[in-house]
């Protein structure tokens, strides 16, 4: 089975006012002259290319950067959007929920609209927009997360324009970790740049995992470093601790979901770098970066 642990979905409702410019900018960033890829994040492609991968499942991820950026829709709406979508293509997704800790005692009501109405499987955290996430002030929530027993996925590591780097260092997971144990937590981007940072953390840390999205071009660009990377990963946590995910669709005109699992599936350690004492990736290892290491935190 292969899974896509990290996969956002969308419609110009949901990508309207500032959530819009920073897709914008995102492609600015990569230098892309058409964005339009990344605005189609439909149901319907979506699962048209993850067929063409052989993916199997996808998470779905809500976001609540309302704190910071514009949209027509509301956070609640987000979460409702996804929850739809997941009851009308069950086989295909999971859905995680978007909210924001600052909002107090409404994030955890809502936490548990979505987990109990909605069936909704874990919670995305979005710190870029503006909190560390090991505020004690957010224990509350991460108490009821605990409760639910639910994974959270956390944004680590760098994020488009305007957004906030410092927020999202690694290291502001490292004491969540510790004080709320029975919580899995997977890292997103290996905390890229803070990469060594993000590998430190899940490597102490029983219940923290990381996962790959957003490495799509440094495979397709900088393969050795993408795989000193991944070596460096299954070297200090254990392969059990990498999670296959792609950020679709911001990376699609880079490298499309099927030929970023046909990357992973042909991962092969280069001369130089063999030289350097690292060994080649068993198709055991393949196989659980690819979906059996999400299966097992996603209680599947």
Known sequence: MIIDAHCHIWDDTIISGSFGKL?????KKMGLSDPSPLYDGSAERLIREMEEAGIDKTVLLALDGHFAFTANLTYKDYNNYVANIVNEYPDKFIGFCGIDPRRGKEAIQELERCVEELGLKGLKLYPLT????DDLKFYPFYKRVQEL????LIHTGSGPPNTYIKYCQPIYVDKVAIDFPDIKIIMAHMGSPFTNQAISVAGKNFNVYLDISAWEPVLKMMPAAFIQALFQAKL????DKILFGSDWPLFTPILSLK???KGIRKLKIPPPLKLMGLTDF???DKDKILGINAAKVLGL
């Open 282 to 284: 068993t198709e055991e």
């Open 23 to 27: 897709i914008d900018a995102g492609a």
């Open 130 to 133: 503006g909190f560390y996430p």
């Open 149 to 152: 027993d639910i994974p959270i």
């Open 236 to 239: 200090s946590c254990g392969i």
């Open 259 to 261: 030929d970023w699992v």
